[in-house]
């Protein structure tokens, strides 16, 4: 056994992997401890239950997917950022996917899970409101009452969210819109 003090980073990184390689339904603590090296009861010091652990897995493999560092965002046109998302998912489709498909808002403990999950999106959406708002290409006279940046944002996130969950590709359809619709030009246009 692992007489060092394994880390909750540690800990997540195995069940992680374990997910990622297609173990998602067979994660055990008992499997992650002999990955890790460590006593079954090491696991329980940073996680409570099975369930918390589940949690924390779907929100770092969320993290790997839609969080985009400030460096690859300022500056960055809306669209860009969107497209910096896109490419992250395109990386890691396929990697555990089944899992959290199946997990993302029904771990264990579903109200849990759905309100972790629920307050990652809305801080996924707060940037990109924050991104939207900032771009200069972007003519004010887009919005309305009933069509609001806060609501079109919220449109991307789950058109987003939706294509992860169901293993689809719209990337292309996301793009027109998101040209179409804020920018007022199409692809042509840009050239």
């Known amino acids: 056994m692992n007489t060092v003090v394994t ?25 992650i401890a002999r990955e ?39 500056g960055k046109s809306f669209l860009g950022v969107v497209e910096c998302i896109l490419e992250r998912m395109g990386e890691n489709r396929g990697e555990g996917q089944g899992f959290l498909a199946g997990h993302a808002f029904v771990v264990g403990d ?35 009452d009933g069509f609001s940046a806060e609501d079109f944002v919220r449109f991307v996130v789950d058109f987003l969210v939706e294509d992860l969950m169901r293993g689809t590709d719209r990337a292309v359809f996301l793009r027109e819109l998101i040209l179409r619709v804020v920018y007022g030009r199409k692809r042509e246009d840009l050239r």
């Not at 369930?51 to 300022?74: Q, R, T």
């Not at 759905?114 to 999106?121: I, N, Q, R, S, T």
């Open 7 to 31: 880390s909750r980073e540690e800990i997540l990184r195995a069940a992680g992997e374990m997910v990622k390689v297609g173990k998602g339904d067979g994660v055990s603590m008992r499997g």
């Open 36 to 74: 890790c090296g460590i006593a079954v009861g090491s696991i329980y010091n940073y996680f409570p239950t099975k369930n918390d652990l589940m949690i924390a897995v779907v929100v770092e493999m969320w993290k790997e997917i839609f969080f985009v560092p400030l460096s690859k965002i300022e």
């Open 110 to 144: 579903k109200e849990k899970g759905h309100l972790v999950m629920e307050e990652y999106l809305g801080h996924m959406r707060e940037e990109l409101l924050a991104v939207l708002m900032g771009d200069s290409a972007v003519a004010d006279e887009v919005w309305s």
